[in-house]
Structure formats: C-alpha cells, structure tokens
C-alpha cells in the first residue's frame, strides 16, 4: 500500500508520522515545504502481533492513520504511505529508494520505538531530527527536576506544580478553586443497591463507520479476523480530528456533571457511564490535552458542572497522564522487567476468552474485548486486582493491558498496569498495593448480585477468589509489606487470624490456583 498525491521526486526531508501522532499542530510540521518534503506513514504488521491486539485496537489506530493520511492528501500534502512487516526494513527500503537529505521525526511514545527508529537511520547513515513532543504539558527535563532529591515520587505534589505553572483551576490569588487541590472525599459514589435510574445516563455520542472505516474494519476481519481476540460490530469510536471534538462536546456538555460522583462505579450492562470516551482520541493525539482541560474548567466557570467533577477530570489528564509519562521515560527501559512482588504465575486463559464463573471478570473482560474499553477502575479494581491478588507475572499483564485496549500506548499503559495495579515497581508509581476482597466489588457494582459466590467468605464452596486471594496475598507478603504505614490496619487484620483459619485460606489459595492453571475456573 503506498498513496502520494503528487509523484517523488527530490526529498529535502522526510517526515515520520506514527500512529499515535496524529496531530497536524506537531512540531514536525513547522517548517513544512510542501514541494520538497514528504510525510512517511506506514501500517507496519508487527505493532498487531508482537502482542496479540485486539482487532478493536488494530482498528482504531489504522482508521485513524488513514483519515490522517487523507487529511494530508487533502492539503495538498505529499504522503507516503505504505505497509511492511516492521518500521525498521521498511523505513531502510524507503531511505534507499527516495534518498532524503534529512529524516525528522516527533520522539516516540515507546522507548523500543524510539531505539529502532534511531538504530535504522544510524544504519542508514542519513542525518536526522528526533524532536520534542509538544503534545505534553511536561517535558522530561520539567519531570526530572521535580523528580531529583525526592526520595519517593507522588502525583499529589507533582500535580500541584502542573496547576500552578499552568494556572489551570486557580482563584485571583493563585489559590486552587474551592479552598483544596483535590476533591476525592466528594467523589467516586456508588449507584448503590438500586443502580442508576432508568435514562439518567446519557449514551455517548457514537460515530458511524464512515467510507474510510468500513474499509478498515474489512481488512483488520480479513487479515486477523481468525487469529486475533475482539469484535468490530459495536466499532464507533471517533478516529478523526472533527469526530473527536464532537465527542468531546459531547461529554462536557452532557456527562461531566455527573463524572465525579459516579467515576469509580460499575454497573452490569451499562459500559460507558458519565466517562468521556476520549483516552484513545488523546494518546492519538487527535485531541490536545490542554484543549479537552481548558473545555472542563471553561464548563465549571460558567456554572454547568460542578467543581468536584472537573477537578476530578482534570487531575487525570493534567496529573496522572503526564505523571505516568515522566516516569515511564525517567525508568526505561530496566522499567518493563521489574517485579517486585516476585510473582511469576500464567495469566488464565479466560481473559482472553470472558468465559468465567466469576461475574465480575466475566462482565468486565467481554466488555473489554466487545469495545477495547473498561473504565480505570475497571482496570484496576478487577482484572487488575484479581492478577495481582493471584500473582500473575507482571510483564504478562502488561502484555494483555497493551493488546486488547483501544488507548493502550506503552508510555501510559504500563506504568499504570505494572506499577499501579501490579505493584511490581515496589512503590514507585504507587504507595501501596491496590488490594481488597471481594467486598470493594460488591460496593461499587451489582456485579456480587449476579455472581455464586459470596465476596465475604474466604473459603469453602461460595468462597470468592477476591476474598480468599486478598488473605492469601497479604499472608505471603507480611514480611515484604510490614515497613508500609498505609498497609499497616491490613497486615494487623491479617494477623489477627488463629493459625487453623490461615492455613485453611492459604490451602483454598493453593486450590484456587491449580483449577485455574487447569482452566476450570
């Protein structure tokens, strides 16, 4: 595949796009000369099988290349656009075939990326522009002078820093709106045992497959349809510039009022909730986090939702999307190799499947492969406390979290999977592990009401393997986890068991792990 709109002849520069820079205000195209450079894309296989994507996330990320590409067309653009099985032979076919005199490219999100980039064009023996990614609102020299002399990194101190500096959510005086930085007390409300009124959530805007779509769809059906995990008939996400403003007018105008009570709830059959959509329109970059944040606070000024819910919001773009960034870059590569909790057990076959007895991972992981999409809590609290709770090697998590998500870039994916919610980096993105029983689950959902077994029993037939595998967890890491004061009233409750019920649990444990290395679970 290769589309041009005007025949190649001499190359001043060409200009790499991947797929996750998607944005015509890059830095790459400053100093654009229409005549003399070309934009390079290319639909390179191995980004679909080196971890086994969902066709949901192969589809969003090529659709959104090929509306991207026909933008630039449109401009009058010359673009080659071809398809490979990997960047590196094809970028090195390219080189020899349209003899640039410079190659430029924006810094890849993946280190991996960046290092395959770099050794190719080495290689080539052509000079080369790596540039900064303005997309963000941090740089990485910004995060590193935050980061120096801290003996533990913590997003509360660092999203401060991004508010002020950027005078985002601030009184007159500089003082954060409302009296305080953080308004999580207020947050994240249950539906409780009645779940949402009828109607009360407003569906997002969906966004039919359009000529350039369905002729993705086809293909990701026809070339990974047998082999890949995943459904295309709900496909709508917005994989365009224009349909990513729209969904976010979309939520600003219709569900961020309701965002923060609700953001951290689950309810069976209902996937979207007051959540925006728009993780995979950002880390496409078809949307600019400053714009998506400036709509929020411009939402709150003028009285049409509330303080709570907007900072909420914000803070998980401005706070945690570049906080995950700083880190990411600030521990790579040694970063993806860590596990601190020494567990080293498969991932069950039924995340790849949802065929499971447990109705929680069973809603959440076919939602998953049905969409690309879980909420964070979702992510967290479920699938990921459940393979953190079982010890599941984190690298193998890592893998799953990156292959069926739809807004899945390593830089943002895996800090938040391996050390958010696998704890495997010892305390570096997180204070503590993220564990509890099965009664968190049953406190923000109705997913207990539907399930046989009992989120508050540890063992025996109806015993919940949240439950069990909580005291399990905290039995075989008391020692590893006794110098955390924030798991200090967990490790107490722990200890508390008489040595007939520990060994019981830790026997149920033991159970539970060989009927899922069996698949009988």
């Known amino acids: 595949m290769a589309t041009t709109k005007k025949p190649i002849r001499e190359v001043a520069r060409l200009l790499i796009v991947l ?22 894309m290319i639909e390179a296989q191995q980004e679909a099988t080196r971890v086994p994507s969902s066709l949901p996330r192969i589809a969003m990320f090529l659709a959104a290349m090929r509306h991207f590409r026909d933008q630039l067309l449109a401009e009058g653009l010359r673009v080659e656009y071809t398809s490979g099985a990997s960047v590196s032979e094809s970028l090195a076919g390219d080189l020899k075939r349209l003899e640039p005199r410079r190659v430029c490219y924006v810094e890849p999100g993946e280190w991996g ?32 002078r935050h980061a120096r002399g801290r003996k533990q990194l913590r997003l509360e101190f660092f999203y401060r820093e991004l508010r002020q500096r950027h005078r985002i959510l601030l009184d007159g005086n500089g003082e954060p709106e409302g009296g305080q930085w953080n ?69 600003i105008g219709h569900r961020l009022s309701s965002f923060g009570d609700h953001q951290d709830a ?9 959540h925006s959509r728009l993780s995979a329109a ?40 570049e906080y995950v960034r700083g880190i990411y870059w600030r521990c790579m590569p040694e970063y993806l190799e860590r596990n601190a909790m020494h567990a080293h057990a498969s991932l069950p076959d039924f995340f790849w499947t949802g065929e499971t007895e447990y109705a929680c991972l069973r809603e959440v992981i076919a939602q998953t492969l ?12 479920v699938t990921g406390l459940f393979t953190l709770l079982l010890g599941v090697e984190p690298k193998r998590v890592h893998e799953w979290y990156l292959a069926v998500y739809v ?11 391996l050390g958010m919610s696998q704890y495997a980096d010892g305390g570096v993105m997180a204070s503590k ?34 439950t069990t595998l909580y005291w399990d967890y905290l039995f075989r890491h008391e020692r590893a986890l006794a110098g955390n004061p924030r798991m200090s009233l967990q490790l107490r409750n722990a200890a508390r068991y008489a040595p007939e019920a520990r060994a019981a649990i830790v026997g149920a444990a033991a159970e539970l792990r060989a009927k899922l290395a069996n698949s009988e679970v």
């Open 266 to 274: 689950m309810w069976g059959g209902e996937t979207w909730l007051f």
């Open 113 to 144: 990326v960046r290092e395959q980039l770099r050794a190719t064009l080495r290689a080539a023996q052509v000079e080369f522009t790596e540039l900064p990614d303005r997309h963000f609102l941090c740089t990485h020299e910004e995060f590193e």
């Open 370 to 381: 049905r969409y690309g999409y879980a909420h964070h809590i979702q992510r967290l609290m």
């Open 183 to 251: 308004f999580d007390a207020e947050n994240r409300k249950s539906f409780g045992r009645t779940g949402p009124a009828p109607g009360s959530i407003p569906p997002p805007l969906a966004f039919a497959p359009d000529a350039i779509t369905r002729e993705t769809l086809d293909d990701v059906q026809q070339r990974h349809g047998a082999t890949h995990v995943g459904r295309l008939e709900d496909f709508d996400w917005p994989v365009s510039r224009a349909a990513a403003l729209a969904a976010l007018d979309d939520f």
């Open 407 to 417: 807004d899945a870039v390593e830089w943002v994916e895996l800090p938040n999977t």
């Open 282 to 321: 950002l880390n496409l970059k078809l949307l600019d986090p400053r714009e998506v944040i400036a709509a929020a606070e411009a939402a709150y000024r003028a009285g049409r939702a509330p303080l709570a819910a907007v900072e909420g919001f914000i803070r998980q773009i401005l706070g945690w999307r």
């Open 19 to 40: 797929g996750d820079q998607l944005n015509r205000d890059s830095a790459l195209f400053d100093d654009l000369d229409p005549a003399r450079d070309v934009v390079w």
């Open 433 to 466: 592990p993220y564990v509890a029983t099965g009664r968190y689950i049953n406190r923000m959902s109705d997913h207990c009401s539907r399930c046989r077994f009992d989120p508050g029993t540890a063992t025996g037939p109806r015993a919940c393997p949240y």
